[in-house]
């Protein structure tokens, strides 16, 4: 019997809420999913959720100040800028992104990030800009923002 993986997420929802534990159950194409916490779990709607982080650490490197940018020449897949209503903005990059479906997958811009991944969840931003792996930039729709390096 195979074992699902275990995996660091802490959840934002759009309320501004924070839940920190770990999912073996997440997928972009189910409503629902569990988070097991030190005592008990909580059920996330995704429809809920500004952005599924999945990380490192719970409580990361709190000295540590994330570079805003591309930093990572290892990286494959489109850059991507992404802004959510609240102001926040991450870099990264990401071979996931499709207008269908609730979000998309990006990998962190910098390296250093205490985040492996991010779930974006679409209603939760405001502008999402992608540069294809041509340099060409490519406006989502509703997107106002001139992105360039």
Known sequence: MVRARK???IAHHLDGTLVRGTTTNFTPK????????????HRVKVADLKAL????????????RERKGFFDESS?????L??????????GYTSSFSE???????????PDSNNIKVFVVYVATTRVKLKNSNGEAENVPGDNIIYSE
């Open 100 to 110: 269908k479906g609730v979000g998309f997958f990006m990998l962190p811009g910098d």
């Open 53 to 64: 982080f999945f990380v490192k650490e719970f409580m990361g490197r709190p000295e540590y």
């Open 7 to 9: 995996h660091k997420v």
């Open 82 to 91: 992404v802004e959510f209503l609240d102001g926040e903005i991450l870099f």
């Open 30 to 41: 189910r409503q629902t999913f569990t988070i097991k916490l030190d005592h008990g779990s």
């Open 76 to 80: 494959k897949g489109s850059k991507i």
